[in-house]
């Protein structure tokens, strides 16, 4: 409590009146509570003022939506992504340089510092440059959110073997490297969290996502492993598990085409009406800020003391899973 009141009187010395109402209501509701945190979208409150995401895949879709949650919420970003549209053996299109550049516009207008920085979360060099750049700029790292991937749609014989390595290059290989070459600024800092994006295909066998869905399980070992390894360094690793998200990894004619057959007319809106009346909630998708909402969750007070848990945000699909 005496910690909190010198950082207001700080604070007050600091921000001049408008920040002091801001500290004076952060220190009722406490600072990085869930409440704090919603109170922060009206920018009156900045729970992670000074705290850094570097996020991968953060140029679109949920990496993108987790970004403006943590600007919202006053971090520095890291948007790091392979910005390339035709990735050999990938279906469809990943982001172009262009859409990091939107990205890095749209976070900087929520008021926060933007560092959009081009690579591929195959290779190392790339990550470990990537992470010198925002210690060196932000001076610290403090929330990893593993969110590169790439989906792969179709039968088990129907796999190329370029197209097998490279869903697990960049889903599985590149999660172990981006912890790599996260890990140690982490671990000298005596603190950070990770979150690890896998999905409802990583808590079930799917035939029509078969390869994809067995990267997503190995993401879940791992950051069970992560959370081993890093505990007593007091870095909390932890899985999100969305259901359907409306991204461009799920709507694009690869994917669409797949996933109705006999459906040339199909859009990725009336695929999403036919699966509701088989879940639990009325629901057939999520939107990516539904899965960055959860991910936020992980910056909160409440899951301080939580690690190598798995998250489903699947509109109750996972109901019926044994476990
Ligand atoms: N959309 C869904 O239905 C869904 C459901 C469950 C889980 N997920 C998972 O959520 C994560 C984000 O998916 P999304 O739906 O936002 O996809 P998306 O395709 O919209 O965005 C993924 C981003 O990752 C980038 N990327 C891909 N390969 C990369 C690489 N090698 N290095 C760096 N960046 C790379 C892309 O350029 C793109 O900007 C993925 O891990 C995905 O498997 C998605």
Known sequence: MKNTEKMSRRDILKKGALGATAVAASTMLGASSVFAQESANNSILAPLSGKTAFITGGARGIGLATAEEFAKAGANIVLFDIATKKVPHVGYALSSERDLASAK?????LHVKCLAIKGDV???DDLKSA?????DTFGSLDYLIANAGVTQ?????????EEIDVVYDINV???IKTTQAVAPIMKRQKSGRMVFL???LGRMGNELFPVYASTKWAIIGFAKSAALSYGKDNITCNVVAPGLVHTPLADNPYVMGKMAPNNPTATFESISESLKPGNPLPVGHLEPEDVAKAIMLFTSEVTTKVTGEVFDIS????????A
């Open 105 to 109: 516009a749209k976070i900087e207008s």
């Open 122 to 124: 195959r290779k190392l």
């Open 131 to 135: 992470v010198q750049k925002t210690v």
């Open 153 to 161: 749609v179709g039968a088990i014989e129907d796999f190329s073997a």
């Open 173 to 175: 290989a590149g999660i």
């Open 198 to 200: 896998s999905s409802a």
């Open 315 to 322: 509109y109750g699909s996972l109901a019926r899973s044994i």
